[in-house]
């Protein structure tokens, strides 16, 4: 199994829901991620995630709660995001030897 | 600070062409350089990838040339196809971090 699954594939909330982006990956990966892409832009690092343990918070608001269960699981918990949060949010996870594997995505809609 | 720079942003070809695509950086201490495409509502998937120890490296059609001295690194498609239309994203990363630095992008387009 050489996939990073995400759920959902899209989400649309409002500004007051509470919402999380699921991601699952069966590679034995100790790395993970959480990006956001922006439309045309490149992905940007939200946060990392080594052996189960928060090591990279790229200053994201805390509107964003990362949460990793196991070493299989990674969660976005989302609270009172704004229409500016609309993106697709993309899990990942790393080898040893530094190759990232990327999920197809949560495209993400605040309303 | 963009400390990968990306170019071209969009390129068109005709199928059976070559399609290069090119990126420059400013970290010394970057030693792995991958290379993602992505199709529209995917995630990114790794194409190819070289460390600086080799000037180039191939993997069927694909091949990334490495220029150490001059910072730059780029990608060749050859015999473009349709079917190579997608954006692809340069990077870089020092392997302590395991964190990747993005090129901005380009848009590849392969006519038929």
């Known amino acids: 199994d050489t996939e990073v699954t995400q759920t959902p594939k899209h989400l649309v909330m409002g500004m007051t829901n509470k919402k999380s982006l699921k991601c699952e990956q069966h590679m034995g990966h100790r790395a993970m991620y959480w990006y956001k892409q922006k439309a045309k832009k490149p992905p940007e690092l939200m946060f990392v995630y080594s052996y189960e343990k928060l090591s990279i918070n790229e200053s994201v608001p805390s509107r964003f709660s990362p949460e990793c269960p196991n070493s299989s699981l990674l969660n976005l918990h989302l609270h009172a995001l704004q229409p500016e949060d609309s993106a697709l949010y993309l899990c990942?996870?790393?080898?040893?030897?530094?190759?990232?594997?990327f999920g197809s995505g949560t495209q993400l809609s605040v309303l | 600070q963009q400390q990968v720079k990306q170019s071209p942003q969009s390129l068109i070809v005709q199928k059976g062409g070559i399609s290069i695509i090119n990126c420059a950086y400013e970290?010394?201490?970057?030693?792995?350089f991958p290379w993602y495409q992505q199709f529209p509502g995917k995630g990114p998937a790794l194409l190819i990838a070289i460390r600086p120890d080799v000037s180039e490296k191939k993997e069927g059609r694909f091949t990334i040339s490495f220029n150490k001295s001059a910072k730059q690194f780029s990608l060749h498609i050859m015999d473009s196809q349709p079917g190579d239309s997608a954006t692809y994203f340069c990077?870089?990363?020092?392997?302590?971090?395991?964190?990747?630095?993005f090129g901005g992008g380009t848009r590849l387009m392969v006519k038929p």
């Open positions: 970290n010394t201490a970057f030693d792995y």
């Open positions: 990942a996870s790393s080898d040893r030897l530094g190759k990232l594997f």
């Open positions: 990077a870089a990363s020092t392997w302590a971090g395991n964190m990747l630095t």
